[in-house]
Structures are given as structure tokens and as C-alpha cells.
């Protein structure tokens, strides 16, 4: 069966976590995605989180599906070798400062001579332009300007910052689904253009209509901690045997039967319980009546029976209740991959399921330059030539 971007070369020279998980996207689709980093300064996703025997565990998710090469690219025979990887591919994704590739002489004007086609996907914290552009930046500051961690946290408390890349994992998505548009545009027009992906962007978008608020109202939300202040209930609650469930209650049938399961039908006729909104001014009363119904009985209790309400809840799990629940077994969610280093390693398979030419995890991440001889040997260096770069710290 042929994967559906099987065919697509895409060479992944950034670096840490943006940039990087759009190219594994692309490559767990069938991509030939060649990762390329520096011979002595591999990326520094590398050494992020815990590893095991001195192999990281992070990079086996992060690598997977890629290629490694090894290649300086600031010196004259490493963008060399660049240009001659890029005439033969459909996408380069960069993460360097605004001005980096210029200075190598691999600016997109450059590459574009190499092959007209191609799809540059420039990922930055701020964009290639405007007063900020050359400053260094990360997801967290992303989370910061954009609103996230002004709406994060309880009440009383600080804006709160996430503990893992969400607004690199969002800009990831975003610029693999431009890579896509770009791409069908090649495909049509047979020109190749770049992508000006600034990751203080989409995580803006994903926060709702609140500058629309605030340009027609001067509405500025506040921080609610597990609320919401577009419906209620919507909260965690702890149980009779001490874990935590999630319910929320977006649409308006859901929370009257909510209501109804926890013994306040009342509620339902009350003239502010018509609306979200309006349920949510009344979020204290709500609260208070599922959080009893449910601090009274224990998890699978409570579970089975706002299933058999058709009501909306969920476990509140760590990682070892992912492993263990039997809707994720049945979806294939984590999948157990084979490693050279790790032997039967498990990790989170591709983020959907398509029912004619789906997605596979097809190696997980490779060390450091693995397939270095091989690659460049692709695009006519011979084995001579190779000790020679090799030798200069070239490769």
C-alpha cells in the first residue's frame, strides 16, 4: 500500500521542536523526510528529557521517520551540499534566525535557483519581519504574548505556562498544513514560494473570538481556572476514591442532563440556565451540586453513570492511565515500535487514521548523522569526496 506522501522529499534543517515535529507529521504520512544537523552540535531536542543507556527517549518521537545527515551548513562546501540536496527535493523547513540562511548564501532567492519548485517553510518565533524578528525565542514565549498564559491558572493566582511545547506543537501543525497548501499550489502554478511562519501566531488563533470581544465590548476575559466562561458545569471534580474526573457541559442538553443526574432538575427551569453564558455566572451553585453528587461515589461509579446519562465526563489520567484505557487500545493510539538501541520502544502513533493509504511509524528517531553517506551519496558525492568533507568537519 502506498503511503500518501510517498514520493515527497522534505530535508528538515531545524532545529528543537517546531520545525522538527511538522517534518515527522509530514514523514509519518510516507514523507522521505532528510534530517539535517551540525556534525559536533547535534539538535539540541537531543538532549531533552530522560534517557535511557545514554539514548534519548524524547528523540525516538521526535526523529521518527527521518533520515539523519550531518552537515555544516556555514561553510561553503556544506551549503554546497545543501543546494544540491534541495534540486532534488519538494520542501526545506529552517528555524534559524531571520538573516542566518542569507548569510550562508542559502536564502530562499538562492534555493529557488537550485529548484524553482521548491516549498520554504521559515519557522521563527516572531517572523522574518517586523521590530522583533531578530530577537532569539521559544514556545514559551509564544504562551506568553499571545494571551494563553494570561488566561491560564486560577483567579488568584499567576499566569501559568504550560510544561510541555503547546505553542510549538500548534505552530508544528500549522506549518505542516502550510507546507500542504504551498505544495498543492506548486502543483499548480509549477512554482515553488516561501512560508512565513511566525509561532506567536497560532496559538492566537486558537483562542477564541476574545480581540473581536475586546474590539466590539473592550471585553477582557479573565483567568478561571478549570472553568469556563462560555458554559457551566465545566470543572474537574475528585471522587469518592480520590482521583479526579473532567465534565463539561458545551451544549445545553448535556448540561441539563448533567443536572439532572446529580439530583438538581430544578436547575433546569431557571431562567439563567438557558444559556452558557449565563450558566456560567451561576458557575459556584453548579459547581457545588456535581461536585458532591460526585465526591459521594467512586470513579467507575460516576463514570458508568454519566455514560448511562449520556453526559460528558473523563478520568483525569497521567500517562499510565493512557496506557491502560481500552479506547485508546481500541483506536491504536500508542503503538510499540522496534529500535536498534531500545529493542520494543512504545510511543504515540500518527494523529490519524485514513482508511486508504494511511500513515505508519516506520523507524523511530536514528543517532546522530546515521545516514550520512548514504544520503549525500544520493545526490552523486562519492565515497573520496565524503573522507575529504569529513576530514575539513564538512559532514
Not at 431557571?270 to 465526591?295: K, N, Q, Y
Request: hydrophobic share 40%; aromatic share 6%.
Amino acid at each position: 500500500m502506498t503511503a500518501p506522501l510517498e514520493g515527497l522529499r522534505v530535508l528538515d534543517v531545524s532545529t528543537l521542536f517546531a520545525g522538527p515535529i511538522a517534518a515527522t507529521f509530514l514523514g509519518d504520512f510516507g514523507a522521505d523526510v532528510i534530517k539535517v544537523e551540525h556534525p559536533t552540535k547535534p539538535d539540541a531536542a537531543r538532549g531533552h528529557g530522560p534517557s535511557k543507556d545514554g539514548v534519548n527517549l524524547w528523540w525516538k518521537t521526535l526523529g521518527r521517520n527521518k533520515r539523519t545527515v550531518t552537515v555544516n551548513l556555514g561553510t561553503p562546501e556544506g551549503a554546497e551540499l545543501l543546494l544540491r540536496l534541495a534540486a532534488d527535493a519538494d520542501v526545506l523547513i529552517e528555524n534559524f534566525r531571520p538573516g542566518t540562511l542569507e548569510r550562508w548564501g542559502l536564502g530562499p532567492d538562492r534555493l529557488h535557483e537550485a529548484n524553482p519548485r521548491l516549498v520554504v517553510a521559515r519557522v521563527t518565533a516572531f517572523g522574518q519581519t517586523g521590530p522583533y524578528s531578530g530577537r532569539p525565542g521559544f514556545g514559551s514565549l509564544a504562551e506568553a504574548m499571545s494571551g494563553f498564559a494570561a488566561l491560564t491558572g486560577q483567579p488568584d493566582g499567576p499566569p501559568t505556562l504550560p510544561p510541555f511545547g503547546l505553542a510549538d506543537g500548534i505552530a508544528a501543525l500549522a506549518t505542516a498544513y502550510a507546507v500542504m497548501v504551498a505544495l498543492r499550489s506548486a502543483d499548480r502554478d509549477g512554482a515553488g514560494q516561501v512560508i512565513d511562519l511566525a509561532i506567536i501566531e497560532p496559538i492566537l488563533m486558537l483562542l477564541g473570538g476574545q480581540i473581536t470581544a475586546y474590539d466590539q465590548l473592550g471585553v477582557l476575559q479573565p483567568r478561571s481556572g478549570n472553568r469556563s466562561v462560555n458554559n457551566a458545569p465545566r470543572n474537574v471534580y475528585k471522587t469518592g476514591d480520590g482521583a479526579w474526573v473532567a465534565v463539561s457541559t458545551s451544549s445545553q442538553s448535556i448540561a441539563e442532563r448533567v443536572v439532572r443526574l446529580v439530583g438538581r432538575a430544578d436547575l433546569v427551569a431557571e431562567p439563567w440556565f438557558a444559556s452558557g453564558h449565563t450558566r456560567a455566572e451561576h458557575a459556584d451553585e453548579l459547581d457545588d451540586a456535581v461536585a458532591a453528587w460526585i465526591g459521594a461515589r467512586p470513579t467507575a461509579e460516576v463514570v458508568a453513570a454519566f455514560e448511562d446519562a449520556q453526559a460528558a465526563v473523563a478520568p483525569v489520567y497521567d500517562v499510565r492511565g493512557v496506557l491502560a484505557d481500552p479506547q485508546y487500545r481500541a483506536i491504536g493510539t500508542v503503538q510499540t515500535v522496534e529500535d536498534d538501541e531500545l529493542g520494543p520502544v512504545k510511543m504515540q502513533n500518527v494523529l490519524f487514521r485514513l482508511s486508504g493509504t494511511p500513515g505508519a511509524i516506520r523507524w523511530p528517531g536514528r543517532r546522530h548523522g546515521q545516514d550520512t553517506d548514504e544520503v549525500l551519496a544520493e545526490v552523486g558525492v562519492t565515497r573520496e569526496q565524503l573522507e575529504r568533507l569529513r576530514e575539513k568537519g564538512v559532514v
